[in-house]
T-cell receptor, first 112, second 114 residues
């Protein structure tokens, strides 16, 4: 089946630093989604990308849909303590468009 | 309520027992999804309901797992004869329709099988 590989697995950064994480796939995805999960909560959608090459921002977050449609990255600028959490990439898998395939997540820790 | 709700929030059970997990989607959302999240892992798709169509059960790991949905309302995920490897957080999500509509997740049910 389709798999998404995220890197790095975890990051420890100082408040104010910029962060970059990425997601790759062996197969083409037509939509890339980035979610954040806080402890004890379900994931929340941050950014959705629908077109190869698309660059989309949401506040301090910027994400890009790779030209090959096999990768995407998420940048967070000027990190703050509330950015702590697990970041997942996801995309529709198989023939059922609503069914999402998730990466294994990047754990972000921000030191004040 | 405004969001997806799930109950119970935590469930501890003994190996071999059956469990039922409940999901209340956002009112008006026609699509409902169940995912499983093992410790330190991403989410694994289990099953997907869209309106009155036959559900997509392709992610259910074994015949011990089943799910039902009443119309476009509540859904129940049932795990029969639970095993220790079933221990995980079970997350429910709903969306207005299918396709690329945003999926809104509930807080999950943490299942521990002793």
């Amino acid at each position: 089946g389709q798999q998404l590989n995220q890197s790095p697995q975890s990051m420890f950064i100082q408040e104010g630093e910029d962060v970059s994480m990425n997601c790759t796939s062996s197969s083409i995805f037509n939509t890339w989604l980035w979610y954040k999960q806080d402890p004890g909560e379900g994931p929340v959608l941050l950014i959705a990308l629908y077109k190869a090459g698309e660059l989309t921002s949401n506040g301090r977050l910027t994400a890009q849909f790779g030209i090959t449609r096999k990768d995407s990255f998420l940048n967070i600028s000027a990190s703050i303590p509330s950015d702590v959490g697990i970041y997942f990439c996801a995309g529709p898998g198989g023939t059922s468009y609503g069914k999402l395939t998730f990466g294994q997540g990047t754990i972000l820790t921000v030191h004040p | 309520g405004a969001g997806v709700s799930q109950s119970p929030s935590n469930k501890v059970t003994e190996k071999g027992k059956d469990v039922e997990l409940r999901c209340d989607p956002i009112s008006g959302h026609t699509a409902l999804y169940w995912y499983r999240q093992r410790l330190g892992q991403g989410l694994e798709f289990l099953i997907y309901f869209q309106g009155n169509s036959a559900p997509d059960k392709s992610g259910l790991p074994s015949d011990r797992f089943s799910a039902e949905r009443t119309g476009e309302s509540v859904s129940t995920l049932t795990i029969q004869r639970t095993q220790q490897e079933d221990s995980a957080v079970y997350l429910c999500a709903s969306s207005l329709g299918s396709g690329v509509d945003t999926q809104y997740f509930g807080p999950g049910t943490r299942l521990t099988v002793l």
